[in-house]
């Protein structure tokens, strides 16, 4: 098989949710470890998300920076949002996103690539997607609330946030992973390469 991620579930023997948020929670699981002893693993359950690295015609990302309470700074991140209902379809949730953030639609969309963000003490799964041939949406823009009333936008060129990311200067996960991602795809394979945008995505399945 190589070297390619596979499932597996070691046996939970108890299990409780200490917490429940609005749209997380937290578990607590005893799991049985393959020596037979057993140990506590607190983790996040989370919905599972979408991010969008949306590519102008002249190879600029759109990008948002927000505020991110966790981590006290203001962040340069792409268009993200959670899977608000069980099943729905990733890229339904993507361009919803799109439209609800940067007011702008895409016409040709594709995988760019699935993550999981921090599998020691979540299960949440992001799946980004590449959006290309962008124009401004049409209709009413979507009333923006809490940190997103404070958001800017901007464009930036593929390769600046490249070199921002390897520098250090830019940390959103999302973000890191989407252009270093796109990056890597244009330097190979190119984008005929990538996955269409209704791959199936085991993490998280949906409808078509």
């Not at 749209?23 to 799991?31: A, M, Y």
């Not at 049409?138 to 600046?160: C, H, I, K, S």
Request: negative net charge; glycine residues 6%; hydrophobic residues 40%.
């Amino acid at each position: 098989m190589g070297i390619q991620d596979t499932p597996e579930e070691w046996r939970v023997t108890a299990s409780a949710v200490p917490f429940r948020g609005a749209k997380t929670s937290v578990r607590t699981d005893d799991v049985e470890m393959p020596d037979g002893t057993v140990v506590h693993r607190d983790y996040q359950v989370h919905p599972g998300s979408v991010a969008v690295l949306a590519l102008d015609a002249e190879d600029r990302v759109l990008v948002l920076r927000q505020y991110r309470h966790p981590v006290r700074h203001k962040l340069w991140e792409i268009p993200a949002g959670l899977l608000d209902v069980p099943g729905e379809n990733p890229l339904h949730a993507a361009q919803r996103e799109l439209y609800e953030e940067a007011y702008v639609k895409a016409e040709d969309w594709r995988v760019l690539t699935d993550l999981y963000t921090s599998p020691g003490g979540s299960d949440e799964a992001v799946r980004i997607f590449l959006a290309r041939d962008v124009s401004e949406a049409e209709g009413e823009r979507f009333e923006v609330a809490d940190e997103e009333a404070d958001m800017e936008l901007d464009r930036v060129p593929l390769q600046d946030l490249v070199r921002k990311v390897l520098a250090g200067e830019l940390h959103n996960s999302c973000l890191v992973v989407g252009v270093l991602a796109l990056a890597a795809v244009l330097a190979g394979d190119g984008v005929d390469s990538l996955r269409p945008a209704g791959a199936p995505w085991p993490a998280r399945p949906f409808e078509a």
